[in-house]
């Protein structure tokens, strides 16, 4: 549904160029298309890669509802019992060979596909950000081509001090994700406001946090760069063949005026959470490689009971994810 989406504006992009009379191709360069092209020239074009969070590992597990998901959503997933997850672990960034201990890894992301009991698949793609640099999908191509042209030789001021002097949480927002010991110790925030609808059709905005049980562990910056080099992918099969990681999967609810619009703006740690149930992963798959090549988790595959909200960059993801997937298809 996505994906023909997607083609419909393609089509329509088309059409236009073709009533102007102009090459389709610049006409039809849509938000997301200039989004993976900067991604493209930022971190180069690997084939059947993805344009960004390029390395990653793929594993298995489940989700355990708690008695309160029932109570705030209608969602089947919270009406239990458990259900299989597929996950992937990712670093930042479309270069497939980043050091998993690199800077520029963070943020880590997690990557989940619930197995439905009606057969249908729930996605939750999120990262280790406390909060996202800009608001929109345009602010975030503006983000990456003013990144592109700010190479150590570009005159003072850059095109990416210029663009963060408008846009502060830019300059912020970077530092709050971390490098982990473990793609097992570390939170992943949903960033992005979904809703939540009872049974009464009650509505709450909320945002998705996964915390470890077993608590975040942060390694300092000089020793996550002295990490070899796959440290992160590589770890994590052996842990949870001995023991199986769990993460608390929690809502943290928008009280009445928290922007739900805004992926800039982080709402009060106050706010209430609300105990979603726990995932459990329990085995990387074998070909992590062969498998990750079909897997699109696509951030508005959502169920019946769980909504978007009106962020408007839960589309603009949806967008460059379809757009990067068509490329990587290939
Ligand atoms: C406008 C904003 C954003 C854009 C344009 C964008 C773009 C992308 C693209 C192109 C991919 C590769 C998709 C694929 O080939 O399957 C990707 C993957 C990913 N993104 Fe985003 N992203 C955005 C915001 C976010 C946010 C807010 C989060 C988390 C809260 C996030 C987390 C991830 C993760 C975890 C992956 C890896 C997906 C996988 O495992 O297959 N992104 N992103």
């Not at 520029?104 to 992301?109: E, F, I, Q, S, V």
């Not at 989940?112 to 057969?119: A, M, T």
């Not at 169920?303 to 993801?317: F, H, K, Q, Y």
Request: charged share 25%.
């Amino acid at each position: 549904m996505v994906v023909s989406r997607y083609g419909r504006a393609l089509a329509a992009g088309v059409a236009l160029a073709l009533v102007c009379g102009l090459p389709a191709r610049a006409q039809d360069s849509s938000t997301a298309e200039q989004t993976i092209d900067v991604m493209n020239k930022l971190f180069g074009k690997h084939p059947g890669k993805r344009a960004n969070h390029a390395k990653g590992v793929v594993a298995e597990g489940s989700f355990t509802p708690s008695a309160d998901a029932a109570k705030i959503s209608k969602a089947s997933l919270f009406a239990g019992p458990e259900v299989p997850v597929t996950i992937r672990f990712s670093d930042a960034t479309g270069v497939p060979t980043i050091a998993d201990g690199a800077a520029n890894a963070n943020p880590h992301g997690m990557s989940l596909k619930f197995k439905l009991s009606d057969g249908a698949d729930m996605d939750v793609v999120v990262n280790s950000l406390a909060y996202f640099p800009v608001a929109t999908g345009e602010e975030f191509r503006d983000l990456l081509t003013a990144v592109s042209q700010s190479g150590p030789d570009a005159q003072k001021p850059t095109a990416l001090e210029r663009f963060v002097a408008t846009h502060p949480a830019a300059a912020t927002a970077g530092s709050t994700a971390k490098t982990p010991s473990s793609f097992a110790r570390q939170i992943y925030n949903g960033v992005n406001a979904f809703i939540f609808v009872d049974k009464d059709g009650k509505r709450q905005p909320f945002r998705f946090r996964f915390v470890p049980v077993q608590g975040e562990e942060i390694l300092p910056a000089p020793e996550a760069a002295k990490r070899e080099p796959n440290y992160l992918m590589d770890e994590i099969g052996p842990r949870v063949a001995k023991e199986p990681a769990k993460f608390r999967v929690l809502a943290q609810l928008a009280e009445a005026g928290d922007p739900t619009n805004d992926a800039t703006k982080p709402w009060p740690e106050s706010r209430k959470t609300v105990d979603l149930g726990t995932l459990t992963v329990t085995k990387v798959v074998p070909d992590s490689a062969e498998a990750e090549k079909a897997l699109l988790f696509m951030p508005n595959a959502l169920t019946d009971g769980i909504e978007v909200s009106d962020d408007p960059l839960i589309d603009a993801r949806v967008q460059a994810y379809a757009v990067s997937f068509g490329r990587r298809a290939q």
